[in-house]
């Protein structure tokens, strides 16, 4: 007999003989008697419920994994699986060796050397089955390094299907969530990142907009409506100062790429240094310090925006120059006493753009050191470039025949641009954007100049041109001289007076489904809206007296027919 059943015989006979007692005892109709009995009663149940608790609690204990070998009066035995693990007996290496050594000796496990080896942080793994039959297996368990020191964890595999890793140099990580395998291939990588530069510069691109009005009047003329006009003023007052193109952004999406790994920053990162800003020399000069032995770079556009006056480069090696060679795009964005040395200009063999934008220091003679190298020139921007006269212009139409767009604009010392550039531009290259804001040129010039170049001319920018009169612009359009113009800027022309020519022009346009946009000032605007409206009477009558005469008329043929 057990203590189980011990315990419970001798504690059924204590409870019956209580109970018969009580049984026993004889009633009363006292009312304390009968409060004395309950009481007992409830302490006597009382006590009976806390004693199934503790046998109840007992039982448990009895029936649990470490007591099962006891009930049959049997010694307490481990599982076979506990047994084989603590009958071996690890060995410790006589000599030192690294931590991961260390586990692998006393552990017992070697690394098969036919199979690669992978490291893999999934977790998912297969369930130990028969857990209730073997309650004694020891979890199995993987080694990580924490601050130095080797601990071994549980994880969920089975122990013998785990090894113990000797050389962690072997070792490939493989990660849960991958990238799909397209995306390690370099050659398919470069089209991806070389489609999103190219889809940033197409955002980037500065596409031209209509001047905000001068006035609620100008606006009212211009668009011819109430709302329309409060709407544009409205805009136009309350406009915010827009983003420059040249402030690039940090967080953009060439800037994520660098972060996705090592092979997206290899690929992403000469798309970066194609296209460098900078606000100061001394960062140029660093940069070049840095990365031309390293990254190699072939920058296509560079930027350098508001340098301070006394800033100035001074890297000026043969290694500077060769970073240079393939550069396109060169914006130099108001800065008024820095200018690249002119030297470095005959490595620029594949330069197309320049602006020069600002600038105090540029003059005729750097740009007649200059242009003999720039054969491959497209655009060149250099307004309010005031020290510029027609000498260097000149210097730039013989030497630049590719020369597609130009602009000369200025609000000081206009007087320096005359004639004779406007001539030479429209005989010796085909330019198609021509801006002239500013300058003293004539009727005379405009006329030559139409005569050479007037078919390719898309665009013509002569704001501010006081010589200019109405025996120019207005007979030239009229007389089609411009047939391809689309954009024409004639704001603040003061000896402009008959506009009769360029309504008609601008009607014949709109009669052809052809863009053609006018900017002019208000007092222009206003002389363009009369004559277009006496127009339409004029031809209203027109047609109404030619109807007239069609119904009123007789035709003696059919008359006599009839």
């Given at each position: 007999m057990n203590f189980k059943q011990t315990f419970t015989n001798i504690y059924n006979n204590n409870y019956n003989k209580i109970k018969r007692s009580f049984d026993n005892e004889p009633k009363s109709n006292d009312c304390s008697i009968v409060n004395t009995s309950n009481d007992e009663n409830e302490s006597l149940k009382r006590r009976h419920r806390q004693q199934e608790h503790i046998t109840l609690r007992r039982q448990r204990r009895s029936s649990s994994p470490t007591r099962r070998n006891r009930q049959n009066n049997?010694?307490?035995?481990?599982s076979?699986?506990?047994?084989?693990?603590?009958?071996?007996?690890?060995?410790?290496?006589?000599?030192p060796c690294s931590s991961s050594e260390c586990l692998s000796s006393i552990c017992g496990a070697t690394t098969p050397s036919k199979k690669s080896i992978?490291?893999?942080?999934?977790?998912?793994?297969?369930?130990?089955?028969?857990?209730?039959?073997?309650?004694?297996?020891?979890?199995?368990?993987?080694?990580?390094?924490?601050?130095?020191?080797?601990?071994?964890t549980p994880v969920e595999t089975p122990f013998q299907n785990r090894i113990l890793?000797?050389?962690?140099?072997?070792?490939?990580?493989?990660?849960?969530?991958?990238?799909?395998?397209?995306?390690?291939?370099?050659?398919?990588l470069n089209n991806i990142i070389g489609f999103l530069v190219a889809s940033e510069d197409s955002n980037l691109e500065k596409r031209y907009k209509q001047r905000p009005?001068?006035?609620?009047?100008?606006?009212?003329?211009?668009?011819?409506d109430e709302l329309k006009a409060k709407e544009v003023w409205s805009q136009a007052n309350n406009q915010k100062k827009e983003t420059p193109f040249y402030n690039y952004n940090k967080n953009g999406t060439l800037f994520n790429c660098l972060m996705v790994n090592k092979l997206w920053f290899q690929v992403t990162l000469p798309y970066l240094l194609k296209n460098l800003i900078f606000q100061d020399a001394f960062k140029f000069n660093k940069f070049i310090a840095t990365f031309i032995d390293t990254a190699n770079p072939k920058i296509e556009k560079l930027l350098f925006n508001r340098v301070q006056p006394t800033e100035a480069i001074i890297n000026t090696g043969s290694k500077t120059i060769h970073c240079l060679n393939a550069l396109v795009d060169l914006?130099?964005?108001?800065?008024?006493?820095?200018?690249?040395?002119?030297?470095?200009?005959?490595?620029?063999?594949?330069?197309?753009?320049?602006?020069?934008?600002?600038?105090?220091?540029?003059?005729?003679?750097?740009?007649?050191?200059?242009?003999?190298?720039?054969?491959?020139?497209?655009?060149?921007?250099?307004?309010?470039?005031?020290?510029?006269?027609?000498?260097?212009?000149?210097?730039?139409?013989?030497?630049?025949?590719?020369?597609?767009?130009?602009?000369l604009g200025r609000h000081q010392n206009g007087e320096k641009i005359t004639d004779i550039s406007l001539v030479a531009l429209g005989k010796f290259t085909q330019v198609e954007t021509v801006g002239f804001a500013g300058s003293a040129i004539t009727d005379n010039g405009m006329w030559e100049f139409a005569k050479w170049n007037g078919d390719n001319v898309k665009r013509l920018s002569l704001n501010n041109c006081k010589q200019l009169t109405d025996f120019s612009i207005p007979y030239l359009l009229g007389f089609n001289y411009f047939p391809s113009l689309s954009v024409l800027e004639i704001r603040y022309?003061?000896?402009?007076?008959?506009?009769?020519?360029?309504?008609?022009?601008?009607?014949?346009?709109?009669?052809?489904?052809?863009?053609?946009l006018i900017e002019s000032c208000e007092r222009i605007t206003e002389l363009m809206n009369k004559e277009e409206r006496h127009l339409q009477r004029y031809n209203t009558r027109l047609s109404l007296m030619e109807m007239t005469t069609w119904v009123n008329e007789t035709d003696s043929d059919d008359y006599t027919r009839l």
């Open positions: 049997s010694p307490f035995q481990f076979n699986e506990l047994k084989s693990m603590l009958n071996s007996k690890p060995t410790l290496p006589p000599s992978v490291l893999s942080i999934d977790t998912t793994a297969d369930i130990v089955e028969n857990i209730d039959n073997n309650p004694f297996i020891t979890p199995p368990s993987s080694a990580i390094k924490i601050n130095n020191h080797v601990v071994l890793i000797k050389n962690f140099q072997s070792l490939n990580i493989r990660n849960k969530h991958v990238c799909h395998p397209i995306f390690e291939v370099p050659e398919i009005p001068e006035s609620y009047k100008h606006a009212l003329l211009i668009y011819k914006k130099i964005h108001i800065c008024p006493k820095f200018i690249l040395p002119a030297n470095w200009f005959s490595s620029f063999t594949n330069l197309q753009n320049i602006s020069i934008t600002g600038n105090k220091v540029i003059n005729d003679n750097y740009l007649i050191k200059v242009s003999p190298f720039l054969k491959n020139l497209v655009s060149l921007d250099l307004r309010a470039c005031e020290n510029i006269t027609d000498v260097g212009v000149v210097a730039i139409a013989l030497n630049c025949k590719k020369l597609n767009s130009i602009n022309l003061d000896n402009l007076k008959d506009v009769k020519f360029i309504v008609k022009f601008k009607l014949w346009k709109r009669s052809q489904k052809l863009p053609l």
